[in-house]
């Protein structure tokens, strides 16, 4: 059997990279339709991973979740002006069903905005029944022309946080939590250190009020939007009548807030963690911690086959995701290049004269160490630890990675050389037009006026006008 | 405030007592387009609780999961002729996207055979890649007329498993096993005692070879399907050229399975075990187990409420579903009637007079036994056995119902009778004919052939003629 696990390198062209690792590695497929996606079990399970720590997440700080209907009547999203603007161009609209022509076109849901506004609008009569605090897991359909696996498919898979309020702070300490929820998950489970920020006018969602991101740096320098928060004012409230009853008796329209986060980020933990050999998976997000590779041919393959199996379940006892491939027709070097090209963190080989010295030969996925020889009986109670030190070496390494190309620059030189590796930190005008000209000449976009930014003011690093929002902007290439 | 916790009783309507509970103990709403609905927090938790125990066996069981497109080219559906019959009527059908008419519509998926099978025939290329075990979890959407909510919508939640598989007797072993795990959530899990059997040709799933279902038998007597296990024989590989080499070189085609269960099991558990007060759900899904109401105003009722609160902690420490009813605007008599409405397994009520004892009165949703006091402190320990008691009650409770409603028939007029108010076990001749005759005649439907019936032959209990399936079959009327 050929060893089919190469893959273009990164450097050498990154988006092909992308697409043969997606495919080879068994993440995806691609779906029949234009731009869908068939989710493979080793992709699907990482999303499962990812859904599990973020769900647990979204229930602990109150949020209950519900089920709203995949197809919405058109009219639905006229009600808001800005937002049926936004998603228009993007539907996919069910004109026949049940063998006629309907009377109004329903929209598969492109977001549910409209559809949860309207439910709250019957839900909450009293301040009492505030906050509202929902959120969906759900597939969201958006026409796409320029499909890439991932990052931009006809349908992803999400969830989205619905919530009312009784005012304008309750509601923006929501937005907030749930940007925390995101920059948690980002950081601690998928290894990625965003950035966590505001979107400028330009990049707001359809029909917010202020929009919040979590932005992350891919291998190829640009920016991955990975999860957004946004404060919808009154916005739908008023679009779709969600009054409350206050204390004293008023009638009052609350404010609302809606956030998600889709298997996008998938596609953010291959591009800023992968290398020219595969995947690299953070352990907290490896549907396989461990790989035990057993080696030797007939009665030896069948003892060590004995030996990882035992391995493996001891490993499992200890809470860790363990498998034993046990394709005795591959050979062991092709079975390590493809648990690499997989992304799996640790291997394990166990060969007949590891048996002997009861050892077992350890190779981690990254990092300075080369292989290295554990005592058998010690692996179990030392995985959990060498899986956490894996888990802050990608953390720390992607940090180093981002803050070595993101360049504080003053001048439109620098900013366009900054651009074309990583991120630039500049001073900006915040001028729609300023933005445009910016992305026309450079093909980069402010991603977010960061939180944790210093105070600074001074000229637009592109026109030379007083700059805004008293912080340097993240400008980048993106996705 | 009114008490608006009445239902129509079940004695007097039971259709209207269905859908005035699901939407009075707030598991359900109407979605705005036909047939659709809202599935509000109490009743996804519901559902994610079902969900959970289901997986959880179906991993065990060498599945994984995976996902696939939501929308399927239309020409997919007509590769297998009988399936796309089936189908057709059902269908919504996407042929606008994107601001453009498609080329060819899309169908929003009725279920998924048609696009795994073009995956299956991807993936599969020898002896070694099977059994291919699939599962997903996902919405489908079959257009209906007589929409009832959770029953019947043209929306519904589900999981469908589709494997693959080397001979017939392999399949045929896969579908069993799903019947097995469908049969033990049912029983076990839901505390439904389905009865497992066959179906006759006539009731057979669009494309199927043979089909196996569970049926439970509801409150009012009728049976409800609860879920389903289809082998397809090689229709599906033949259509969709899932193929692989046998270990001897030779082409072979596959034999494929898929099985069912849906968000239709909640309509299983309300007529189950529902009653003229409103539902009493099984402890393993509830999503509250247990409910404290503290009772008392002003500083009586600071001092409960806290109680309550260290209550539910230990509770919840015992791993316990433990919510409390801080509604202390609302009479105490009003919270009582509310959780019975919403099937509380367990109310734990707390008064002043029961803090200065360290008690707290016990009620069960059900049950010969009164309400009970209880010392605080052994609440804890003691209630998960309370509720594993109320489970068993509740299954057996069931069980005892269906059996008194369960009658062998073997004249027509008995049979009649028996499917008035219950089931008929009749010998039936087999002929679609003769199943379309007592349909017209006595509203009932040969709902399966029980896997565990008693050998026994005899004349059709209709027609006369032959007995056939060499046991008695189980007749009822159904939802």
């Keep these: 059997m050929a060893d089919d696990h190469g893959v273009t390198p990164q450097s050498e062209d990154f988006s092909a ?36 720590e973020l769900d647990r997440r979204i229930k602990d700080t109150g949020h209950e979740n519900a089920y709203f209907p995949l197809l919405i009547p058109e009219s639905y999203l006229r009600r808001e002006a800005q937002h049926v603007e936004g998603f228009s161009p993007e539907l996919a609209v069910v ?28 839900w909450i009569s009293s301040h009492r029944d505030l906050p509202l605090l929902l959120n969906q897991w759900a597939n969201v359909v958006r026409w796409e022309l320029r499909p890439r696996m991932f990052l931009r498919t006809t349908e992803f898979l999400w969830q989205e946080g619905h919530t009312a309020h009784a005012d304008a702070a309750d509601a923006m300490r929501e937005t907030m939590l749930a940007l925390d929820l995101y920059t948690e998950v980002a950081r601690d489970i998928a290894a990625i250190p965003v950035v966590a920020g505001e979107k400028t006018a330009g990049e707001r969602f359809a029909g917010a009020v202020r929009t919040f991101t979590i932005e992350g740096m891919m291998r190829d320098g640009k920016a991955l939007q990975a999860g957004t928060s946004h404060y919808m004012g009154t916005n739908f409230a008023a679009a779709f009548d969600i009054h409350y009853t206050s204390a004293a008796g008023r009638l009052e329209l609350c404010h609302t807030t809606s956030w998600g986060m889709s298997t996008r980020m998938i596609g953010g933990v291959i591009m800023t963690h992968g290398d020219d050999k595969g995947l690299v998976l953070p352990p907290r997000l490896a549907p396989y911690q461990v790989v035990i590779v057993p080696i ?45 090209l997989r992304g799996v963190p640790i291997r394990l080989e166990l060969g007949p004269r590891d048996l002997e010295s009861d050892t077992v030969v350890m190779a981690r996925r990254l990092g300075e160490e080369g292989k290295q020889s554990l005592p058998l009986a ?26 070595e190309r993101t360049t504080p620059v003053g001048t439109w030189e620098s900013f366009t050389a900054a651009v074309g590796s990583g991120w630039a930190l500049a001073l900006h ?51």
Tied chains: 1, 2.
């Design 17 to 52: 990279w992308y697409n043969e690792l997606v495919a080879k590695a068994q993440l995806v497929d691609r779906g029949p339709a234009k731009g869908t996606m068939v989710i493979r079990p080793y992709g699907y399970r990482l999303w499962e991973l990812l859904q599990g």
């Design 378 to 403: 010690a692996v179990p109670a030392s995985m959990p630890g060498i899986l956490a030190e894996f888990q802050e070496f990608l953390l720390r390494r992607a940090t180093a990675f981002r803050d």
């Design 95 to 122: 004109t026949h069903a049940g063998g006629k022509e309907l009377e109004e076109p329903l929209v598969v849901r492109p977001t549910s905005e409209t559809v949860i506004g309207e439910m709250m609008a019957r």
């Design 296 to 340: 030797g041919r007939g009665e030896q393959g069948e003892r060590t086959l004995a030996a990882a199996r035992d391995l493996a379940a001891r490993l499992t006892a200890a809470g860790v995701r363990a498998h034993v491939d046990d394709r005795a027709q591959l050979s062991p070097g092709f079975r390590f290049n493809d648990w690499e």
């Design 429 to 479: 005008c915040g001028k729609p037009s300023c933005e445009d000209d910016i992305k026309a000449r450079a093909a980069a976009t402010p991603r977010c006026v960061p939180l944790d930014g210093a105070a600074e003011t001074g000229t637009c690093v592109r026109c030379g006008e007083p700059s805004a929002y008293g912080k340097r902007v993240v400008f980048g290439r993106s996705y």
